[in-house]
């Protein structure tokens, strides 16, 4: 049978089964459409972001007395809307290669939607991307240089740990384009840049102070280099290959 997990759980211990998934339309782009008198066809104003999506479930919860039929359902909701204040893990096993970020989204009255039909709907408001479990594996390399390739058609956000100490440079040049540079001061054994969370740190310890560079590495579809100057012993990246 077909199930779902969400922040750490899986629908299936619950007896929770999916009877159809519907993920609503693809996410809207985020762009401001500018007319010019005089002009035929408006200007295209991207603000380079898609909007959320909601994913819903259409589920059914067998119990034998309506006693077990009351139990399961207070632990359902309480499963649920435990942390509805942040995104969390979201698979199933419709797409077993490919997991998403959501958040449980409006109200669920079970009780009334069995009654009526037997079986309830799930709600999620998702971030845009799906993102492939393949490109949560580490890419490592015992060097100052390492060659990635981005098997989708979008950007990914990267993860990249240096292992070395002094300043260091990093250069990220896909392949056929120019390079993009950064240069980092002081670091001290490691420093460790998210492009996701728009960060640059060592352990707890922010170190954007110490970064110089337009934006955060990104990586794009096809190969790209990345490589480092200076005292560096080793790099580590999480690529976090996404698609929609």
Not at 183 to 196: A, P, Q
């Amino acid at each position: 049978m077909s199930y779902f997990t969400y922040n750490g759980r899986s629908s299936a211990e619950f007896g929770l089964h999916i009877e159809k998934k519907d993920v609503f339309s693809a996410p809207e782009y985020d762009a401001e459409f500018i007319s010019i008198p005089g002009r035929s066809g408006d200007i295209i104003n991207p603000n380079r972001r898609f909007s959320n999506i909601k994913v819903t479930y259409t589920v059914f919860l067998a119990r034998k007395n309506i006693g077990a039929l009351a139990a399961v359902l207070r632990d359902i909701k309480g499963w649920l809307y435990s942390e509805p204040d942040r995104y969390h893990e979201i698979t199933d096993s419709y797409d077993a290669e490919y997991f998403r970020y959501g958040v449980i989204s409006g109200s669920l009255d079970i009780e009334e939607q069995l009654n009526k039909v037997g079986s309830f709907t799930v709600t999620f408001n998702c971030k845009p991307y799906k993102y492939s479990f393949a490109g949560q594996e580490t890419v490592s390399a015992d060097a100052s240089e390492l060659t990635i390739t981005n098997p989708t058609a979008f950007e990914s956000r990267p993860y990249i740990k240096i292992y070395g100490g002094g300043t260091v440079r990093l250069m990220i040049q896909p392949e056929g384009e120019g390079t993009n540079l950064w240069t980092i001061s002081e670091v001290d054994e490691t420093i460790e840049i998210d492009s996701e969370l728009m960060n640059c740190f060592k352990d707890t310890t922010l170190k954007n102070d110490t970064v110089t560079g337009d934006g955060f590495p990104m990586l794009k579809p096809g190969t790209t280099t990345i490589a480092c100057a200076g005292n560096v012993q080793r790099i580590e990246v999480i690529p976090r290959w996404q698609c929609l």
